[in-house]
């Protein structure tokens, strides 16, 4: 099955704001982030039930380099990443729109 992904405005920013970091900490190091998050993406996108549910429908993938997870949802043929969140943040803050 071929699904569209849709990345929310927040998740894009959250990726960029990680990959800013990361790049200014030590310049190569963003693109690493960068790569990770892709591999993160593309799994989902091979098999997006793989993931345990958090609430409800929404799901998580652990990037496996960097202390991020992929916070996303299946509906039908359409992936939507609502957030790159970063492990330390609260919880809680992974549904606050």
């Known amino acids: 099955?071929?699904?569209?992904?849709?990345?929310?405005?927040?998740?894009?920013?959250?990726?960029?704001?990680?990959?800013?970091?990361?790049?200014?900490?030590?310049p190569g190091l963003g693109d690493k982030f960068k790569e990770e998050l892709e591999k993160g993406i593309e799994s989902i996108i091979e098999n997006p039930e793989h993931n345990r549910k958090i609430k409800n429908e929404i799901r998580q993938s652990l990037l496996h380099k960097f202390p991020y997870v992929i916070v996303y949802e299946k509906m039908n043929n359409v992936i939507v990443i609502y957030s790159i969140f970063h492990t330390s943040r609260n919880p809680k803050q992974k549904f606050e729109k």
């Not at 704001?17 to 900490?25: G, L, P, W």
């Open 1 to 26: 099955m071929s699904f569209q992904v849709i990345i929310d405005k927040i998740a894009l920013q959250e990726a960029q704001d990680a990959y800013d970091f990361y790049e200014f900490k030590h």
